[in-house]
Nanobody
Framework: QVQLVESGGGSVQAGGSLRLSCAASGSILNINTMAWYRQAPGKQRELVATITAGGNTNYADSVKGRFTISRDNAKKSAYLQMNSLKPEDTAVYYC????????????????????WGQGTQVTVSS
């Protein structure tokens, strides 16, 4: 029905850049706040950045000034531009949406909360 698919991960050297994409699929009517999380081996999942439907953004202190979150509502997508990458940025990055309104059947709206993508690996070598 509703899915989030991330892409754009990979391996880069420290100081390099990557751009992650998250695309929502399904008969979507509205998407609320979109976010990027990450989880490094042996660590808890942490919030990286959020962007509201109106475009307001928020960042973890560890990525401020290096990462930029954006979204394209027409494409039902969010992006994470990551610059000046560090080895400590190595993690699986996950896209999350807190609320999606979609059309489950013709003329029948439905909603789903806390939707996650499958994750994409980012590896930064020193």
């Amino acid at each position: 029905q509703v899915q989030l698919v991330e892409s754009g991960g990979g391996s880069v050297q420290a100081g390099g850049s990557l751009r992650l994409s998250c695309a929502a699929s399904g008969s979507i009517l509205n998407i609320n706040t979109m976010a990027w999380y990450r989880q490094a081996p042996g660590k808890q999942r942490e919030l990286v950045a959020t962007i509201t439907a109106g475009g307001n953004t928020n960042y973890a202190d560890s990525v401020k000034g290096r990462f930029t979150i954006s979204r394209d509502n027409a494409k039902k997508s969010a992006y994470l531009q990551m610059n000046s990458l560090k080895p400590e940025d190595t993690a699986v990055y996950y896209c999350n949406v807190d609320w999606i309104l979609f059309r489950a059947q013709p003329q029948v709206p439905d909603q789903v909360y806390d939707v996650w993508g499958q994750g994409t690996q980012v590896t930064v070598s020193s």
